[in-house]
């Protein structure tokens, strides 16, 4: 359908590309991701036909310079869709990873996650939200962004929990879609995180959030769900 207006043509289409990234009318990103696991694939094939000559370091330095930046660009953005989506981005991660360790295509996949110090997509998509997450706690983030966060102690009048921890306010959802909003999720994923790392520079605080989550991926599945992930118990078992 076309709309006419002031002499300007305004198209229907299913999705338009913005600063690089693919948004469609029902923000499912499934545009997007299907875009990326295009690119993702041919990097895989770059890193397939390079196995057997190049270095097991050179073929990680392949993978964060052609895979990695398609998948982290605009992740904190289209991180939230749906699994039937994430699912590619996940498999194929799976399949470049046992070609650059020579694994058999059912082996388990977690091990090798944590040993090449690559975050499975919904880890990094937690890291970067994380590292979002500080700038704001710390005041260098975009006000348009920053205003999406309360913290806890400007809501409750009283000391709780959180808002001793500095931890962000939950507001309360009604919907689906306002329970999987960002200024929600975004809070859950802070307020799960230690206060001895929430206080670090940005530069420890990320390399200490990464250590963590591969610890994740060595006592536990890659399948947890991030959302109500709390890694405070995890921290002092590691510290202690």
């Not at 388990?108 to 939200?129: D, E, N, Q, R």
């Not at 929990?161 to 809070?187: D, E, P």
């Amino acid at each position: 359908m076309t709309i006419t207006r002031s002499n300007w043509y305004l198209l229907n289409v299913r999705h338009v590309k913005y600063l690089g990234v693919l948004i469609d009318g029902n923000l499912s990103w499934k545009h997007h991701i299907n875009y990326i696991s295009t690119k993702t694939s041919q990097g895989i094939g770059i890193i397939a036909r390079l196995r057997h000559l190049v270095p097991h370091t050179t073929l990680l330095n392949i993978y964060r310079s052609l895979i990695e930046p398609y998948i982290s660009y605009g992740l904190v953005a289209w991180g939230q869709a749906a699994n039937i989506h994430l699912k590619k981005i996940v498999i194929l991660q799976k399949r470049v990873l046992r070609l650059m360790y020579f694994s058999d295509y059912t082996s388990h996949s977690a091990p090798l996650f944590a040993c090449s110090g690559i975050l499975p997509i919904k880890m990094l998509y937690f890291k970067l939200v994380a590292s979002l997450l500080h700038d704001i706690e710390n005041h260098c983030a975009p006000p348009n962004i920053s205003e999406l966060f309360t913290h806890s102690e400007q809501v409750h009048s009283y000391s709780t929990r959180f808002s001793v921890a500095g931890s962000f306010y939950i507001k309360q959802a009604r919907t689906n879609h306002q329970l999987l909003s960002f200024s929600r999720v975004g809070a859950k994923i802070w307020n799960g995180i230690p206060p001895e790392l929430r206080k670090l520079r940005k530069a420890p605080f990320k390399r200490k959030l990464t250590h963590l989550l591969l610890k994740i991926l060595e006592i536990e599945e890659m399948n947890v769900d991030l959302r109500y992930l709390d890694l405070s118990s995890l921290y002092l078992y590691l510290t202690d």
